[in-house]
């Protein structure tokens, strides 16, 4: 139900925006649901993937799905280097995040080019995600009704915990684009 009120809501802001006709907004298994392939010219997940149980399935599904010339874009996790990293990885589950999920920048580049994307970025928005999110969770979300209580208690861990890794170097935030072949490229 809170999935198809997303949808909603998400078709709303794109009709406000002036892209009602040209956005198709699809409520589904990322991972499991039928696509056609070369069926869509986009493809966006927004802090979503690194919840999947295989983000790898999704990608392979994403790329089996753009048309040619098509483009992917995530808001996502980039794991650190070294200690940070390894410290990153071994918290993920009480995150509800699958350790094999969290890839470093070298990770997602090699992944998503070895699927046959090209160019590959990963920007760092480390600071504006992370930090922000820390921000909103230290007043417990306010104006969602998470001022007190067990779920802001939690909201206040997470994005701390967040904001920490994030400071150490352990885990990052990252905008990744990869763009599809078409059939004229070298």
Known sequence: ERDRDLATAARSLAERGGWGSGVEVVVGDAVRAPVDAASFDRVVSL???YFFRNRSDFLARAYHALQPGGRLALADLVL????????ARALAPAFRVPRANLWTRAGWVASLESLGF???EVSD???AVLGGFARWSRNGGAGRGLRSGRGARAVRWVGQAGRVLADSGAL???LVTARKPSPGDA
């Open 118 to 120: 090209r160019d590959v």
């Open 47 to 49: 802090d979503a993937a």
């Open 172 to 174: 990052g935030y990252a």
């Open 80 to 87: 650190g280097a070294g200690v940070g990293g390894a410290v």
């Open 125 to 127: 928005c480390t600071d």
